[in-house]
């Protein structure tokens, strides 16, 4: 549609119509408007898989590698493959506009969303942003850019101040987002944060550069309740405020625009943009239908297991104990707590529900066949924090089946509505008038004999029962305005009771729906505490008894999540002592780390080799497995740096100063600031194996650069191993006797390769000219340095083992625009 045609619609809404269309109509939608044929558009969380408008466990989705994951791959293509899934599923689903990619850095391992961010490298994570944004869009379906910017981690996420330089600003924490608008991306999300005093809904860079010098014609949403002042967010360039149909805008908008405290062509500039986006999506109008390949259910599966496969990292493999050959396992120990019961995904508010998911129990059992014994053993004692029951221990008592029994009760306690549900965690219980209380009951099977913790989830009137005997009972004020904790985990209130095993016990969890205190209600139980030098005896033993070791370990769901960042980088729950133990018994194990971002690995030469699998998504086991026996070469290469020890960490902080995180580090963050410090990581950025190696034999670069100031390195690489295998070649540049500060050098460019044993590829890697590039504040534009950079090629920030030289000619000045 073009722009007259849209000036025209927006010409014939009245300015109350006009406001309207700029507040969400629920929690999901927009509001539609006939007078111009527009319909409602559906948004949609989230990265790893589309949940659509509802928190129901029985509605499945597709559930995707974590972002890391897919990061980690360096992969461009596989990207855009998932974004075309990702695409198929949001339309599958009636969703218009899904709320990814995730476009903020890893600038601390102790953020707690590491997992659903990619990279702690601008380029990386530009470049793997903008080609999720492809293959969404290609689908007809709205990519959303966030959360832009300076989101970075969680602490006081939705009233810190980020202080950060503009230099820093504009090259690392800017130049995702930059990048997205070049890829054509159509929603942007404007982020709970403050940006240098000025909270995100209302800030300058909305306007510059996000939609002049960059040129966004598209849509700035915000996130989910960040537009919180009426007259400063009308005025920026905020153009929906969700979600709906409260919020500060609303009739206070259009009292505003009605004695000019806020223009009337802001807002038709809002509404216009709101209306581009639903032609682009098909959302206005008639739109003419669109012919797209359905990919049937095994090809969605084989994408998610191949993405698994390829993001998965080596970071080690002792005497080439990997890949394990199959022919010769009798026995197999499979160890940890993570084995049977993998994280799959993230927590908070992206989350989605699998119609099924592969463990690396059963993906290793099914690799090997009746064949060859499994021996499996947690090595750690239960989790002592309640999880939300579900059918493996629960029954509806009514009607017997696997799961809990949901209810709305009226204020005088009469039923209104009930319903059966597969687990405990009810995040959107249906919405019945009337309703005061929601009621959970479940028929618990204990397992084992002793004192159990039971807990409820929610804020306001709260009470749990056992058996008729009162285990909570409490008034549970909110305490958070932050929508994860109050609409999506809220905190647990718990107590302890004994309980038989085989005895089964009613739960009957009730929450009341008090104003301003969310909807979510749960219902959670742990088993009594278990000797821990049992469990890790039984591993250890299991350990001694087989051919082959595998032992799973990883973070939790309170250790790693959205809505808080992590104070430690230690694996919980003694795993640490678990790994060690079966490191002494077989120091050939091999360890598999199911974790969103860096953990501490003190054990890591003790075993023979380490994998670094993330939140691979639902087909864990069957990537795992593939990996193990050699099905697949492990594709991976680390995304960011993990320490060796936390404490070694050069950019840790997360939690603000008198209201304020101050980025003093600057350009530094990642392996930029390990490379200024004394002490080395475990492993580098874009550090990763194979099953093959390679020698790197030569490189060529211009003498000097010319034309645009983009130029071609050539690489030329052999496979000296016994297998088939692909290498990523890295390029990384580095300026001497700069006379402008600058990273000790910096990722410019990469490529990969494929070659059988003893052939030679040759890696050709782009360089932009933004790599080249610094932003000068004082000038307010982009500046060339002249003069030569060092160009290095390798396989890691920390192996560069080819070099060579560039000349830069004295340039013109570059525009603020320039790229």
């Known amino acids: 549609m073009t722009d007259e045609e849209l000036d025209t619609l927006v010409g014939a809404l009245s300015q109350a119509a006009k406001v309207r269309l700029l507040t969400g109509a629920t929690g999901w939608r927009t509001h539609a408007e006939p007078a111009v044929g527009l319909r409602a558009l559906v948004t949609s969380d989230g990265p790893v898989g589309v949940r659509g408008e509802s928190w129901d466990e029985r509605e499945t989705s597709l559930v995707l590698p974590s972002p890391t994951a897919v990061a980690a791959a360096w992969d461009e293509e596989l990207a855009a493959e998932l974004g075309g899934l990702l695409a198929a599923e949001a339309r599958y689903k009636g969703v218009d506009v899904l709320l990814a990619p995730t476009l903020n850095l890893h600038r601390t391992p102790l953020g707690g969303r590491h997992f659903e961010c990619y990279s702690e490298d601008p380029l990386l994570t530009a470049r793997t942003g903008a080609a999720v944004i492809r293959g969404v869009q290609a689908g007809g379906v709205a990519a959303t850019a966030k959360h832009f910017v300076a989101n970075d981690a969680e602490t006081d996420r939705l009233t810190v101040d980020v202080r950060v330089g503009e230099r820093a600003l504009r090259e690392v924490y800017l130049a995702p987002f930059e990048a997205a608008v070049e890829a054509g991306v159509w929603v942007v999300m404007s982020a709970y944060n403050r940006v240098n005093g000025v909270t995100m809904s209302a800030s300058p860079l909305l306007a510059e550069p996000l939609k002049g010098e960059w040129g966004f014609d598209g849509l700035v949403v915000s996130d989910w309740g960040a537009v919180r002042t009426t007259v400063e967010t009308a005025r920026a360039a905020q153009d929906l405020a969700m979600p709906g149909p409260e919020g500060a805008w609303g009739d206070a908008l259009l009292a505003a625009l009605r004695t000019g405290a806020v223009a009337q062509s802001a807002v038709d500039d809002k509404v216009r943009r709101l209306l581009r986006l639903a032609g682009r999506v098909g959302a206005l109008g008639a739109p003419a239908p669109v012919w797209r390949p359905v990919v049937p259910e095994a090809g969605r599966r084989a994408l998610l297991r191949r993405a698994a496969v390829a993001g998965t990292v080596l970071v080690r493999n002792a005497g080439q104990v990997l890949p394990l050959d199959p022919r010769r396992l009798r026995t197999v120990a499979v160890i940890g707590p993570r084995a049977a019961g993998p994280r799959i995904q993230g927590g908070g508010s992206a989350e989605v529900f699998p119609a099924s998911a592969v463990s690396p129990l059963e993906g290793i059992r099914a690799a090997l066949g009746p064949g060859t014994r499994l021996l499996h053993a947690p090595g750690v004692p239960p989790e002592r924090r309640p999880t939300p029951l579900t059918g493996e221990a629960a029954r509806n008592p009514d009607t017997g089946e696997p799961g809990v029994l949901v209810s709305l009760l009226g204020a005088d306690g009469a039923v209104l509505h009930s319903e059966h549900r597969l687990s405990g965690r009810i995040v959107e219980p249906a919405r019945v008038a009337g309703a005061a209380t929601v009621e959970i009951r479940t028929l618990l099977r204990p397992g084992t ?47 302890r009771i004994t309980l038989t095993a085989g005895e089964e016990t009613e739960l009957v969890a009730r929450r009341e729906l008090a104003p301003d205190t969310g909807i979510a209600a749960i219902l959670a139980a742990a088993p009594p505490p278990a000797a821990t030098a049992a469990a890790r005896a039984e591993a250890v033993a299991a350990a001694r008894a087989a051919d082959a070791v595998v032992v799973v370990v990883g973070t939790t769901e309170e250790s790693e999540s959205e809505g808080s960042d992590r104070v430690s980088l230690a694996l919980p ?22 974790a969103g971002g860096p953990v501490a690995l003190p054990w890591r030469d003790e075993v023979a080799a380490v994998l670094i699998g993330w939140f691979p998504g639902q087909e864990a086991g069957h990537a795992a497995a593939d990996i193990l026996f050699g099905g697949a070469e492990p594709g991976g290469r680390l995304p960011t740096t993990w320490p060796a020890a936390q404490d070694d960490v050069p950019v840790l902080d997360t939690a603000p100063l008198d209201g304020a995180l101050r980025y003093t580090e600057g350009l530094h963050i990642g392996y930029r600031a390990w490379l200024r410090g004394p002490v080395a990581p475990a492993y580098w950025f874009g550090h990763g194996l194979g099953y093959t190696s390679w020698e790197y034999e030569g ?20 496979n000296t191993g016994g297998r088939a295998g692909r290498e990523v070649v890295q390029l990384y540049l580095a300026r001497r006797d700069s006379a402008v500060e600058r990273p000790v050098r910096w990722l410019a460019g990469h490529t990969a390769v494929r070659a059988r044993p003893g052939e030679a590829a040759e890696a050709v890697v782009r360089v932009p000219a933004r790599a080249l590039r610094h932003w000068s504040a004082a000038e307010r534009c982009w500046r060339i340095e002249p003069g030569g950079f060092t160009v290095y090629a390798g396989r890691s920030a920390g192996d560069l083992p080819l070099v060579t030289e560039v000349s830069v000619p004295v340039p013109a000045p570059l525009a603020g625009a320039a790229r």
């Open 699 to 718: 490189i060529e670069a211009p003498a000097a650069v010319s034309g645009d100031g983009s130029f071609d390195v050539r690489v030329r690489v052999r």
């Open 449 to 495: 004999t002793g004192e159990w913790t039971l807990a409820v989830g929610g804020f306001g009137q709260v009470s749990l029962t056992a058996g008729g005997r009162t285990v909570v009972d409490g008034v549970f004020a909110r305490d958070t305005d932050d929508p994860t904790h109050i609409h999506v985990s809220p905190p647990y209130r718990s107590g």
């Open 573 to 594: 729950g003694g795993q640490d002592e678990l790994v060690r133990a079966v490191a002494r018994a077989r120091p050939d194990a091999v360890v598999l780390v199911n």
